[in-house]
């Protein structure tokens, strides 16, 4: 089966500006989730999506960071605007209904630098 | 809340060594405990998943063990090579199928 495919691989942007990053699941999973992955920190639950409703977004800066989930399937991320510390690799995972089982699945990652 | 801590947060052996990395939970509460490999700027691969009524998983070289009224798991890693420079992550799976990571053991191999 197909992986968990994000694009793009890296941005550099300047802060204050607004990216956008995009995620494709692997087919049938109804979980999504984003984590940040600061350099040296193991990642950080953002949000979780099952389906199109989101289970899980405590941990999102809500004043600057939005995400989405079209139609149960992909998801874009976006941070507007921007700041420095917002620089970390952003990944996305997805799961099955037996997720508890089988474990999840991540995409490569987009590393996001801004500066 | 649940923590997750690992350690070493670096180690450094000579190729050949068998070695062992240590993960630690502070909530008993979970369903299951993923090991996982990051090559540095790439995303996770998965490496192991011990369910939360099992002691222990084997992959090759790899196994790892799993206890959860200590919440403690440890990845055994035998015969080691300089491909199995990475770092290494655990994630434990809490309720509403949340995943919740330690910051990761850096290995590297000298050849």
């Known amino acids: 089966e197909a992986g968990v495919a994000q694009s793009p691989r890296y941005k550099i942007i300047e802060k204050r500006q607004s990216v956008a990053f995009w995620c494709n699941p692997i087919s049938g999973h109804a979980t999504l989730y984003w984590y940040q992955q600061i350099l040296g920190q193991g990642p950080k639950l953002l949000i979780q999506?099952?389906?199109?409703?989101?289970?899980?977004d405590s941990q999102l800066p809500k004043d600057r960071f939005s995400a989405e989930r079209l139609k149960g399937v992909d998801s874009t991320l976006k941070i507007q605007p921007a700041k420095l510390e917002d620089s970390a690799v952003y990944l996305c995972?997805?799961?099955?209904?037996?997720?508890?089982?089988?474990?999840?699945?991540f995409g490569s990652g987009t590393r996001l630098t801004v500066v | 809340k649940q923590e997750v801590t690992q350690i070493p947060a670096a180690l450094s052996v000579p190729e050949g060594e068998n070695l062992v990395l240590n993960c630690s939970f502070t909530?008993?509460?979970?369903?299951?405990l993923q090991w996982f490999r990051q090559d540095p700027g790439k995303g996770l691969t998965s490496l192991l998943l011990?369910?939360?009524?099992?002691r222990e998983q084997t992959s090759g070289r790899l196994n790892a063990s799993l206890d959860k009224s200590s919440g403690r798991s440890t990845l055994y890693i035998a015969a080691s090579q300089p491909g199995d420079s990475a770092t290494y992550l655990c994630a434990v799976l809490q309720g509403a199928q949340k995943l919740v990571f330690g910051q990761g053991t850096r290995l590297t191999i000298n050849p």
């Open positions: 011990i369910q939360s009524s099992q």
């Open positions: 999506f099952q389906n199109n409703g989101v289970v899980d």
């Open positions: 909530d008993s509460a979970i369903y299951n």
């Open positions: 995972a997805s799961s099955s209904p037996q997720g508890r089982r089988v474990g999840y699945t």
